[in-house]
């Protein structure tokens, strides 16, 4: 028994249970103490993920059943980061519409322990389990609002779509266990590499996998629930799914498609230029129609992961992998800073929020420039950033992804980059429209803007990350390279 | 930190302070601060033209520097004959829109001057990047404090102007973009320019090559048929932001014909260069005819830089010295001189609050200085001898001339339409009777617009009668480019 390995895992799941019970003595209505036991826990959590993420070694614990790797820890720090951040957003907002119960914390650990077990599962079943932790979590998260209909109707829509993704995803894992015998991860890469499977129930496997997984990251044609989720859940738990969820969709792609079924590359790669270039697609032209901020950042997600796609579509060329861990570590780079600006986007709605006014519509943003520069400057920052244009980060990471499309050197993957680069002019234009309503407009709101410090510090702070970390990105590059490289190696 | 860091981080250090801590109830100190950090910004550039060597073709105030170790990225500035001068235009038209923008611009006065001096930082970084990648990021980052320069302090159609500035560039810088990774992964991972130049390519990828860099400085010259969104960002933009776009941003294209397509792709440059020829005479001759029948102001001046930028790129593509130095000096005078012609409009509109010609008329009863001063300029713009604008198109109807005389002679009719256009324009504006009573209530210049006038004027006429500098510093990079481009780089 390996207990160091799950260490991080234990100590949340503990301090999750603690905390449920903590909070029933607490009074303040903007449960302070909940808050901050919170917070600790999440940063004593991060902690313990950055230690063993700097070790660089690759343990395994329950018989195989959990790994910790570099790349797990590396994502895990990440969506212990993304949760801090999230819950620190949450606080005021929904204290001040008395959403604020000790569910919301309680609820937030357990997802983000679901997070945690997908990021370290090397093992089917463990990888389903925490899955399932981190969506029944996230949809009770999304009913939070219970007397609202849209809240209510999006939770529905989520819970029913999102059961049925996760039954495509265990029917794919059935019939790869049942062409390989085994529910281990790199058993199964062992034996379909030694082609001891049935190709054609491997290949119906993955692709049931990969519709389970896409509808994960919400790439089309399996991204319905995401504009209806985002405009309906209330706006903290909105940052809660685009966040560290993101990161854990991604990690289990990873564990799945590459440490697992590797030698089928040349099939679920295919399966993946096509979600990318819908998604590319539908997310960018559909963002243009939208009015409502949420519901434009919503399909510019399901934009943005097909960006992300590409880059897990090209690890394997005419099949050798030397490409592997460029390709890998930019779509890893690609989904950090990805999160990064989404967390800051979300929680600039919510600082704007108040009691009645949601600030859900782009014309809310009006005149913001004139009324609070600092907050229209952050904003500014992020839509750049996820339009792609440096300095800021988003542009680094779309190069990363463009380099390792080019680098294959096929025509084909030259004419995908060139695709995306015009989906991303696309793109350019609706990210412009909220710079404008901020700059351009006249404010046509006069109630005054919330003055927390606190939180308009982590704003200026989660803005100053996304534009510095654009020109110094060398930094974290080289990390998720290491970490991907580690699992490839392994 | 070398020179170069200084002259990019200083504007752009002082802009986000402004941008950070200015406010409108203390506009005028935000206004000194600006002008203090733009003339310092100037002041470290003039070492670059004193210290310059021209005896060398080689890079200089190089700094090379490791940045981001995954794509082999560098840090690397340095200067040569061809962009040194650029380097200073920019510092110094910057001081000019900072003069400018004085009291004409009274709202958000921190973030007027914090985008321009931003601007300028990035501007002189594009002209010293000698990485691709830091290059690019440089190119695109100007798009952004452009656009909500035109937005913020734009006419009434800014909105419309602003985007379709930034999606015409963007559209184009894309698949530059893209032409970047390709060079960076055909030369073995390196984003180094001048290693760009060296590696032989065959004849379909360079071909592929220049394509995809016409694309993006194509559109930022601009050249016929992709200059719609030029007269629209011109005439929208206020008076800095026009400055700025006619005497440096459209630079950026013309200098990345000299410092990407030229050198990377040079036998695919020969192979279409009656291609960039052809549209060149186009803009000179189409758009001086359009010019010709504009009722606005900018609008004329915002066409008449589209040809005169026709001249550049056909002085690049006829591959001879006079052709090219012809269009590098084109290039600076066309700065000094489109710069000095939007500012006249701006001192017009900032009294009267119209651009049509219509509204004018006799202005020279009213304002006799300032008449002379937008006289001289527009005799400069069309080409008058002993002024900037004249050596610039002299040199390249004689290199043209020389390569083939029925080209010359096309090319020298842009001279008649220039003179047309800039002439019946000042008739009608400056000219005859007082119109109305606008012009009769006009004040003449202040110590402030006399001072910017008469810099810009100064600069006019010692380029037009001694270009020596000039076209000394160019001359040993200009033949080692010609050198370079007249052979082949086929494997």
Redesign the interface.
């Known amino acids: 028994m390996n207990w160091p390995v799950v260490l991080p895992e234990i100590v949340l799941l503990v301090m999750a249970c603690v905390i449920a019970v903590v909070d029933l003595w607490v009074r303040d209505p903007a449960r302070r103490p909940t808050f901050w036991l919170t917070q600790l826990t999440i940063a004593a959590v991060a902690a313990l993920h950055l230690l063993h993420a700097d070790s660089g070694a690759v343990q395994s614990a329950f018989g195989g059943m959990v790994v910790g790797d570099p790349l797990g820890h590396v994502l895990a720090f990440f969506a212990c980061l993304a949760m801090m951040v999230a819950v620190a957003y949450a606080q005021p907002y929904l204290a001040s519409r008395e959403m604020l119960k000790g569910e919301f914390f309680t609820l937030a650990l357990f997802a983000l322990l679901g997070i945690l077990v997908m990021c370290s599962a090397h093992h089917f079943l463990v990888l389903y389990l925490g899955l399932e932790l981190m969506s029944l979590s996230l949809y009770a998260l999304t009913a939070l609002r219970r007397d609202h209909a849209t809240s209510t109707e999006a939770a529905m829509k989520y819970f029913v779509l999102g059961a049925l993704a996760s039954g495509f995803l265990l029917y794919g894992l059935s019939m790869l266990y049942g062409a390989t015998g085994t529910l281990e991860i790199p058993a199964v890469l062992e034996r379909i590499a030694a082609g001891q499977a049935a190709r054609e129930a491997l290949v119906l496997g993955s692709v049931f996998v990969v519709a389970g997984l896409a509808f994960k990251l919400g790439a089309v044609p399996f991204h319905m629930w995401v504009p209806d989720v985002y405009q309906g859940a209330p706006t903290a738990v909105t940052l809660m799914i685009g966040g560290a969820p993101k990161l854990a969709a991604f990690a289990i792609t990873m564990r799945l498609l590459v440490e697992g079924m590797a030698p089928l590359a040349v099939d679920w790669q295919q399966m993946l230029i096509v979600l990318a270039v819908g998604s590319l697609a539908v997310g960018n032209l559909a963002a243009i129609a939208q009015t409502n901020l949420k519901r434009m950042l919503a399909y510019s997600t399901i934009a943005q992961m097909g960006f992300l796609l590409l880059g897990l579509a090209v690890g394997v060329v005419g099949g050798k992998s030397d490409a592997a861990a460029n390709a890998y570590s930019s779509a890893m780079f690609y989904i950090v800073t990805y999160v990064l600006t989404t967390l800051g986007t979300f929680g600039l709605i919510m600082f704007l929020a108040r009691d009645g006014f949601e600030s859900e519509e782009i014309t809310d943003l009006a005149g913001l420039?004139?009324r609070r520069?600092w907050l229209a400057?952050v904003m500014?920052v992020f839509m750049?950033s996820l339009a792609g244009?440096?300095?800021m980060v988003g542009?680094?990471a779309k190069?990363?992804i463009?380099?390792a499309?080019?680098?294959t050197?096929t025509t084909g993957h030259?004419v995908l980059?060139?695709v995306a680069?015009?989906f991303?002019?696309v793109g350019?234009?609706y990210y412009?429209r909220v710079?404008?309503v901020m700059?351009?407009d006249e404010p046509q709101q006069s109630a005054p803007i919330s003055q927390s410090p606190r939180l308009g510090g982590l704003l200026a702070l989660n803005g100053a990350a996304v534009l510095v970390l654009g020109?110094l990105?060398?930094g974290l590059?080289?990390w998720c390279?290491s970490a991907i490289v580690a699992v490839l190696g392994a | 930190m070398g020179l170069l860091s200084v002259a990019i981080w200083l504007p752009v250090a002082v802009g986000a302070l402004l941008l950070a801590a200015g406010r409108d109830e203390h506009a005028n100190a935000v206004r000194w601060a600006a002008l203090l950090g733009a003339l310092a910004a100037f002041l470290v550039t003039i070492p670059l033209a004193t210290g310059f060597d021209t005896s060398t073709a080689a890079m200089q105030f190089v700094e090379n520097l490791p940045w981001i170790e995954r794509f082999k990225v560098r840090y690397h500035l340095g200067v040569d004959g061809i962009s040194v001068w650029f380097v200073l235009l920019t510092a110094f038209i910057t001081v000019i829109v900072v003069i400018a923008g004085w009291e004409v611009v009274t709202d958000r006065v921190n973030q007027y001057m914090g985008a321009f001096l931003i601007l300028s930082g990035l501007m002189i970084g594009v002209f010293s990047a000698l990485d691709g990648l830091l290059f690019y990021v440089f190119f695109e980052a100007t798009l952004i404090p452009m656009y909500i320069i035109i937005g913020i302090w734009g006419g009434p159609r800014r909105v419309y102007a602003a985007f379709k500035f930034f999606l015409y560039t963007l559209a184009g810088s894309l698949l530059m973009l893209v032409a970047l990774a390709y060079l960076y992964v055909k030369s073995g991972g390196s984003f180094d320019i001048q290693a760009w130049h060296k590696l032989p390519l065959p004849l379909s990828a360079q071909t592929l090559l220049f394509f995809a860099f016409f694309a993006a400085f194509s559109v930022k010259v601009p050249m016929w048929p992709v200059h719609t969104w030029l007269p629209d960002a011109h005439v929208e933009a206020p008076t800095g932001g026009s400055v700025v776009l006619a005497a440096i941003m459209l630079k950026l294209g013309a200098y990345g014909f000299l410092r990407f397509s030229m050198p990377i792709a040079p036998d695919a440059s020969r192979e279409w260069a009656w291609f960039i020829i052809a549209l060149s005479l186009v803009a000179v001759i189409y758009i001086g005819l359009v010019a010709l029948v504009q009722q606005d102001m900018k609008k004329l001046v915002a066409y008449s830089s589209i040809a005169h930028m026709g001249f550049v790129t056909l002085g690049f593509f006829i591959f001879n010295e006079l052709g090219v130095s012809g269009g590098l000096v084109q290039m600076i005078s066309h700065g000094f001189v489109s710069g000095a012609m939007f500012l006249c409009i701006g001192v017009l509109y900032d009294r009267v609050h119209s651009r049509e010609i219509a509204s004018y008329g006799g202005v020279v009863n009213t304002m006799p200085k300032f008449t002379a001063f937008a006289v001289f300029f527009a005799m400069a713009n069309c080409g008058l001898p002993a002024t900037a604008g004249f050596v610039g198109e002299w040199m390249v109807i004689l290199g043209t001339v020389q390569v083939n005389f029925w080209l010359g002679a096309l090319a020298a009719t842009a001279l008649v339409f220039g003179a047309a256009y800039t002439l019946w324009m000042v008739k009608r504006v400056y000219f005859g009777e007082v119109a109305n009573d606008d012009v009769r209530t006009l004040q003449d210049l202040n110590a402030r617009e006399f001072l910017m006038l008469a810099l810009l004027a100064v600069a006019v006429l010692a380029m037009g009668v001694y270009p020596k500098p000039f076209t000394d510093v160019m001359h040993v990079s200009v033949t080692e480019l010609l050198r370079h481009v007249a052979a082949s780089k086929l494997p």
Request: aromatic share 16%; hydrophobic share 55%; no cysteine.
């Open positions: 420039a004139r520069p400057g500014t750049f244009i440096p300095p542009f680094f190069l990363a463009l380099q499309l080019i680098s050197g030259i980059a060139v680069v015009l991303s002019l350019a234009f412009l710079v404008k700059y351009f020109p990105s060398g590059l080289e390279r």
